[in-house]
């Protein structure tokens, strides 16, 4: 079978620092070659949440190049990923994936859970799976607003400082970082005007036609930032 890999992190510092990314491609490709398979490309996506739909990620990109590449060879193709969260963490977005690679014959393999689609069991196993991710993403999600409203009572910040604010010294008040304040304005403003169908990839190309880089990092935009920022301008929206 032909594969093309799939690799993730969710966080920013992970992609600069750790060691994640090297030890994913390093099992794709002991695990394909431990099955006589070829692993012909593999794509990446650095400091990007589960929760972001595939279809915002490279991930898409990687199913692409799989229905691509089933165009122009013979025999079977599919799609590669160390463990089912590396895809998805999301039911509804685990099973698109699914339905839509399996109506160009794609089939979705990963190593740890030892799922291939190809077959009836893998198929079954794969929505199992699916719910069991989201439960315990959900699970830790709670936990962890509970611990976060627990330390916000008692008068003390945690996490990382949301995009748009700035810590102009230890312990001091956050207050708003202009330079940010304007990039979230601005893509409010583009999602409003794209609509419905306005995603991440869109929202990266028009942020770089006005902010070469990102303010915060100095650096070129990434489009796991650039989703990551959509999906939090879209929840505030929402809850206004």
């Given at each position: 079978?032909?594969?093309?890999?799939?690799?993730?992190?969710?966080?920013?510092?992970?992609?600069?620092?750790?060691?994640?990314?090297?030890?994913?491609?390093?099992?794709?490709?002991?695990?394909?070659?431990?099955r006589?398979?070829?692993?012909?490309?593999?794509?990446?996506?650095?400091?990007?949440?589960?929760?972001?739909?595939?279809?915002?990620?490279?991930?898409?990109?990687?199913?692409?190049?799989?229905?691509?590449?089933?165009?122009?060879?013979?025999g079977?193709?599919?799609?590669?990923?160390?463990?089912?969260?590396?895809?998805?963490?999301?039911?509804?977005?685990?099973?698109?994936l699914?339905?839509?690679?399996?109506?160009?014959?794609?089939?979705?393999?990963?190593?740890?859970?030892?799922?291939?689609?190809?077959s009836?069991?893998?198929?079954?196993?794969?929505s199992?799976?699916?719910?069991?991710?989201?439960?315990?993403?959900?699970?830790?999600?709670?936990?962890?607003?509970?611990?976060?409203?627990?330390?916000?009572?008692?008068?003390?910040r945690?996490?990382?400082i949301?995009y748009?604010?700035?810590?102009?010294?230890?312990?001091?008040?956050?207050?708003?970082?202009?330079a940010?304040?304007?990039?979230?304005?601005?893509?409010?403003?583009?999602?409003?005007?794209?609509?419905?169908?306005?995603g991440?990839?869109?929202?990266?190309?028009?942020?770089?036609?006005?902010?070469?880089?990102?303010?915060?990092?100095?650096?070129p935009?990434?489009?796991?930032?650039?989703?990551?920022?959509?999906?939090?301008?879209?929840?505030?929206?929402?809850?206004?």
């Open positions: 079978m032909n594969l093309i890999g799939y690799c993730r992190v969710s966080t920013q510092e992970q992609a600069d620092h750790g060691v994640s990314i090297d030890d994913q491609n390093r099992r794709l490709h002991a695990y394909t070659a431990s006589g398979d070829r692993i012909v490309e593999v794509y990446v996506d650095r400091g990007v949440s589960g929760s972001v739909p595939w279809r915002e990620r490279e991930l898409r990109e990687a199913y692409r190049a799989a229905v691509d590449f089933r165009g122009s060879q013979a079977s193709v599919g799609l590669v990923a160390v463990s089912l969260d590396r895809l998805s963490r999301s039911i509804r977005d685990t099973l698109d699914f339905d839509t690679a399996q109506k160009n014959a794609v089939d979705v393999l990963t190593i740890k859970e030892s799922m291939d689609t190809s009836p069991t893998g198929r079954f196993t794969l199992i799976l699916a719910a069991m991710n989201q439960f315990t993403r959900e699970s830790i999600a709670e936990k962890t607003r509970d611990a976060l409203e627990h330390l916000r009572k008692t008068g003390k945690c996490g990382m949301p748009g604010m700035q810590q102009t010294s230890r312990g001091a008040p956050l207050s708003d970082n202009h940010e304040q304007c990039v979230l304005h601005n893509l409010a403003g583009f999602l409003e005007d794209g609509g419905p169908g306005y991440a990839r869109l929202a990266l190309k028009d942020l770089k036609g006005i902010y070469p880089v990102n303010p915060r990092t100095g650096r935009w990434t489009l796991g930032t650039v989703a990551n920022l959509v999906i939090r301008v879209r929840k505030e929206k929402s809850t206004k």
